[in-house]
């Protein structure tokens, strides 16, 4: 399956603790978005990524959200000290360079307890 | 006003029925028009995707863009209960990199 992998598919974490989010794009895709889904919502754009860079960070929330796709590896969202309120659906999706085709992974559900 | 807006349903129709599936948005900028499907906590699988205005085909499926209205159209022909999901509207402008998503509508196709 060369679809998108996401990983965790679901994650629980107590208030104050950390969580990481991880996105392996299509292969041959080197630019990724990751969007938030609350339930009966639709989908939020949070950052548009390029390999080794941040194209657009406009729908991230300022402060314990950041996200990195390094040269090698998956894309990682990462939330610091996690609210009741950061409880969603996470999804990334990734395209190719010369398209505009954005193929959605299965999505991390997170909890905070 | 928000960009791009779709009504939430939910929409109930009989098996066999042909769906419509609409939406309008604000930004004349909007070139890229996507139709995506997702069931139940499940990613958006991509169903349809057009460039500027026209129709597109495939299958029981057909993507209408009308840029003078502003206005974008699924149609599902002969639906199935399998087809009932929430299908979101998508759509980007060039040169900007974010895709803009509707709500979503709630489809239930009953048999």
Same mark, same amino acid.
Not at chain 1, 55 to 64: A, F, L, V, Y
């Given at each position: 399956n060369a679809g998108v992998m996401q990983n965790p598919r679901h994650l629980v974490r107590r208030r104050g603790q950390e969580a990481r989010l991880r996105c392996s794009p299509m292969k041959g895709h080197s630019h990724v978005y990751w969007y938030r889904q609350l339930p009966e919502e639709g989908l939020k754009f949070m950052v548009y990524l390029q390999k080794e860079n941040i194209?657009?960070?406009?729908?991230?929330?300022?402060? +314990?959200f950041s996200a990195e796709f390094p040269k090698e590896g998956p894309s990682i969202l990462r939330i610091q000290?996690?609210? +009741?309120?950061?409880s969603a659906a996470y999804f990334c999706a990734s395209i190719s360079d010369a398209s505009t085709e954005a193929f959605f992974g299965q999505g991390t559900r997170l909890t905070v307890v | 006003q928000k960009e791009v807006e779709q009504d939430p349903g939910p929409l109930s129709v009989p098996e066999g029925a042909i769906v419509s599936l609409n939406c309008t948005y604000s930004? =004349?900028?909007?070139q890229y028009f996507m139709w995506y499907r997702q069931y139940s906590r499940k990613g958006p699988e991509l169903l349809m995707y057009t460039y500027s205005s026209g129709n597109k085909e495939d299958g029981r499926f057909t993507a209408q863009v009308d840029k003078s209205s502003k206005y974008i159209s699924l149609f599902i022909r002969d =639906?199935?209960?399998?087809? =009932?999901a929430t299908y979101l509207c998508a759509m980007k402008s060039p040169g900007a990199q974010k895709l803009v998503f509707g709500q979503g509508t709630r489809l239930t196709i009953n048999p």
């Open positions: 194209i657009d960070e406009s729908g991230m929330p300022k402060e +314990r000290q996690v609210v +009741r309120g950061d | 930004n =004349s900028a909007f =639906s199935q209960p399998s087809d =009932s």
